[in-house]
């Protein structure tokens, strides 16, 4: 029994001795400017303005970022097998040596943005044969740097630079890119075969730029596509069949752009999108059938344009959307029979609109899970009596800043909101409130009447707002 106590004993203080030597291993050699947890070390935000000498070798992660670094010697890196995230965002690099990265066999992810680099040479990542993730975002650069990349590289951020073209040769050498962002650059035009040889990409990021032309066949290549962005650009019109290859797209942002008008299957090919954003363009009018092919569209976004009239003809094929934000555009119509193609809907949006009345089994019929109607700053002064009767999954109406007055004493407005949780009548003409204005409104949690002229309020006119919790 002894002698298996005094076993366990020796292979105790063994197994002590390696575990403090480890710790020792990777404890000591930590650069006193730095932070050091497990393989990580942590220089980041220390004013340096050189790499620290006494970097371990057992570094897998390096962050540099946020300090004073305007130059970096060739043999900085020499002696780290092992790294495989170096960040250098937020220095003040202007130029980086051919050689620099040259020890580094093993690194997947460099992070060179914010620096001041007006250039860099095809030779810096020739060396990096496992990079993974490059982003060279905010910096100067005026020309899509050559990589000398081969087959691994799968996100690259060249957002907010000067560059003004896409180099197609750049791009012919990164078969395995997934994620590429131009944003923020001085793009004008986007040619037919840049993406020939990109396959692989899942998302496409082409905000604020200057492009105003996107030639047909120019995405077909592109079959694996699931996020693509557009926004602040240039562009008036979409090519016929642009879109016909993403078959696998989700979501779509052509928001502030110069569209006056969407052509009937200006989409057709989306079979998947889920999220479409048109936002703050000079939309007037959509053709017949603008959005057919949509067939899985939950989000349609719509805001800030020069539309006057809902009709059904431009809603036709929109049978799953869930979200149809409408918001600041010019709308004083409502075509009867308009949400038939919208029967999935559960939030609305028509605020900062200019409609002026809400009828009874034609304004808002047709909308039986609809469950947010805001109507928000538009000039509504007449609702006709169970005008929201079909109504009955409704729990928030917005109808803050209208010309609302006598229409909710005499017309019984909200009957058949029998699962209104939420009433806003704030800044609106309501001078008296009867037994009948706010009849059946049993589930109604929260209801504002603020910066009204209320001056008679009838005994009882709150008798059904059982559940009532704030006014």
Known sequence: MADQLSHWAL??????????????????????????????????????????????QWVTVLDIQGNQLSYIPPTAFEGFPNLRELNLNRNQLTSVNASVFSHLPGLQELNLNRNQLTSVNASVFSHLPGLQELKIGNNMLTAMPKLGLKTELRVLNLASNKIDAIDGSVLQDLPALESLDLSMN?????????????????????????????????????????????????????????????????????????????????????????????????????ADGAFYGLHNIQNLYLDANNISVVTKKWLYGLNKVQLLSLSHNAISNISKGSWEC????????????????????????????????????????YIAGGAFRSMGNLEVLELAGNEISWTIDMNAAFEGLTSLLRLDLNNNHIKSISTTSFSGLVQLRHLQLVNNNITSIQEDAFADLVSLEQM
């Open 186 to 286: 001085k793009l004008t035009e986007i040619k037919l075969g840049i993406f020939e040889n990109n396959s692989a990409m899942q998302q496409l990021t082409l905000n604020n730029n200057k492009i105003k032309v996107l030639e047909e066949h120019t995405l077909d290549n592109l079959a694996k596509l699931e996020v693509l962005k557009i926004s602040r650009n240039r562009l008036s019109g979409l090519p016929k069949d642009l879109f016909r290859q993403l078959k696998k797209l989700k979501f779509l942002d052509l928001s502030r752009n110069r569209f006056t008008e969407i052509n009937g299957l200006a989409f057709k090919g989306l079979d998947n999108l889920i999220t479409l954003k048109l936002k703050k363009n000079r939309l007037k009018a959509m």
């Open 11 to 56: 292979a105790l203080m063994l197994f002590s001795a390696l575990f403090w030597s480890s710790i020792s291993a990777q404890s000591d050699p930590c650069p006193s400017a730095c932070g050091c947890l497990g393989s990580t070390v942590d220089c980041s935000d220390r004013g340096l303005t050189e790499i620290p000498q006494d970097l371990p």
């Open 342 to 381: 919208c029967p999935m809907l559960q939030q609305l949006d028509l605020s900062s609109n200019r409609l002026t009345t809400i009828v009874e089994d034609s304004t808002f019929h047709l909308l039986p899970l609809l469950r947010v109607l805001t109507l928000t700053n538009n000039q509504i002064s």
